[in-house]
């Protein structure tokens, strides 16, 4: 049965690569939505998980604002799949003008000094437009880790379809790909990095929305290892067709402390970071796992 369902995880994500982007935009947009509606009214894992994660988020939420928001974060969710999709067959242009950030001198000052530049954002709109953004309208390569999924040909399609918007890819492999990741950063390279959920078991604990949660260590210790900049990033979606975004001043590194300390206060930094984000567009935040130590510590027997 898993083996099942994996090819036909594979088989289904292949059906939305080849055939999404060949939809006039206003079709595939009406499609999101509908799998959207369509799933938040099915109330299933991923709806009810998102759900519980908003109400860490809008503690003060009645029942009824809570479902709003879970509903507009599944049409939020959707319109990142479609657009990632879509975007292959995008222009420069249109890529171009397709995200709006600000704060944009923090990233180009950093690169400019020749440092190195480590981007950290949560899961928050299309992290993979803003990739496109700085690929195709700044013109800089980067390099970015990308969690393994099962099956390995679905790891596949996603590692070919980031390398094909010029992006570097690593698996997300500990060691390996950090030591790829530290010298791309001392040759004055630029990485990205996704990092509001610790996918090992070495992540930092930090406070998050008043709660314990456990985010990666990795932008801090590259910054420290390498001193390179940490910059963290916010995204979200408006009314428009254009996604908006937040290119945040540096997580500086203490000035004293031990290694796990520095680290450990650099990525409490991020976190409060991204909670500000998350809060201002709660809707744009697709975090459908768990995230919290207490909902983890539900699932160990």
Not at 86 to 114: I, N, Q, T, Y
Not at 241 to 247: A, F
Request: glycine share 10%; net charge neutral; proline share 6%.
């Amino acid at each position: 049965m898993s083996g099942l369902k994996d090819k036909l995880s594979d088989g289904l994500y292949g059906l939305g690569w080849a055939t999404v982007k060949k939809l006039p935009e206003p079709v595939a947009r009406g499609l999101g939505r509908r799998i959207a509606d369509t799933a938040w009214k099915r109330r299933g894992p991923s709806v009810l998980r998102l759900e519980s994660n908003l109400a860490r988020v809008v503690p003060d939420a009645s029942p009824e604002r809570l479902a709003e928001l879970s509903k507009a974060g599944m049409r939020s969710y959707m319109r990142y799949w479609m657009e990632s999709f879509r975007l292959p067959a995008w222009s420069a242009e249109r890529a171009a003008g397709s995200f709006d950030p600000k704060g944009v001198h923090h990233l180009k000052e950093g690169l400019a000094s020749g440092r190195g530049v480590i981007v950290a954002l949560p899961h928050m709109a299309n992290w993979d437009l803003a990739g496109v953004w700085v690929t195709r309208a700044l013109g800089l390569p980067f390099t970015t880790v990308a969690e393994r999924l099962k099956p390995e040909s679905l790891f596949d399609r996603f590692v070919a379809y980031r390398e094909s918007l010029g992006m570097e890819v690593l698996p997300h492999t500990g060691g390996a790909a950090f030591g790829v990741l530290a010298r791309r950063l001392r040759a004055g390279g630029l990485v990205c990095l996704v990092a509001d959920r610790d996918l090992s078991a070495s992540g930092v604990e930090v406070t998050f929305f008043g709660e314990a949660a456990r985010m990666p260590a990795g932008p801090a210790m590259l910054a420290q290892q390498t001193g390179a900049l940490l910059l963290p990033v916010t995204l979200w979606y408006d009314d428009t067709d254009v996604m908006r975004g937040r290119i945040h001043a540096p997580v500086e590194v203490p000035e004293s402390g031990t290694r796990a300390e520095k680290a450990a206060s650099m990525t409490q930094a991020l976190a409060d970071v991204f909670a500000e984000g998350i809060a201002d567009h709660p809707e744009d935040w697709h975090m459908l796992q768990r995230l919290w130590l207490a909902d983890l510590e539900e699932r160990t027997p």
